[in-house]
């Protein structure tokens, strides 16, 4: 039995609406707390102020003729050439209105940010993903525990400063019946290469190759 509406065909979807003054009403809403205004891909961003994060939110939630009133999900990013490095992305979206809205705050890693676990419980398990990985703390989140990682790691694996190796490797150790951590050590072994092709600099043949020769 299909269940999409016959209106919408079979490979069509609903676009996202837009409000007939958005930019307008966004920048009346937030106020002071509003940086900036952005529009890409069809989709607005703003950046408010670390201090008004909950307060916009809050706004936004609630204003009568926008109502985002879900949280989709909470991000982060590294920008290491920024005095405030970590951006910090609340994505939201208006079912009422059908509208998609991006929140953005900045901070050096230093400063909290404040955590929007007061508007959105399931807030908390996307700041400590954020945390996790970036190393973003959230002042009032009850649960700042890391969710994706081992318990013994060490760093935020997605910053961009962050080795690919990491910092210490788990093996099963057989002499203490558990896992263990130790420092990272490279094999070198598997790690030397001489870079040449069949093609290039070495006698060796490919199968079916020596028919060339003749």
Known sequence: MSIIAPELGRHS????????DLHGRLAALLGD???????????TSVTVARAALVESV?????????RFNQLIDICGA?????????EVVVHLLSMAQNL?????????????????????????WYERETWDCYGVMFA???????????????????????????????RWSEEHKRVVY????LAQDFRSFDFLSPWEGTDYVLPGDEKAAK
């Open 100 to 124: 998609r809205l991006r929140v953005k705050t900045s901070t050096d890693g230093a400063a909290p940010v404040p955590s929007l676990t007061g508007l959105f419980p399931n807030a908390g």
């Open 58 to 66: 809050a706004a936004l939630r609630d204003a009568p003729d926008l």
């Open 13 to 20: 979807w609903p676009v996202m609406g837009r409000h007939p």
């Open 140 to 170: 009032g989140n009850p649960d700042m525990r890391r969710i994706l990682t081992d318990y013994g790691f060490e760093g935020h694996p997605f910053r961009k400063d962050f080795p690919l190796t990491g910092h210490v490797e788990l």
């Open 78 to 86: 590294d920008f290491p050439d920024r005095a405030e490095r970590f």
């Open 33 to 43: 707390a509003l940086i900036t205004i952005d529009d890409h891909v069809g989709e």
């Open 182 to 185: 130790e420092p990272v050590r």
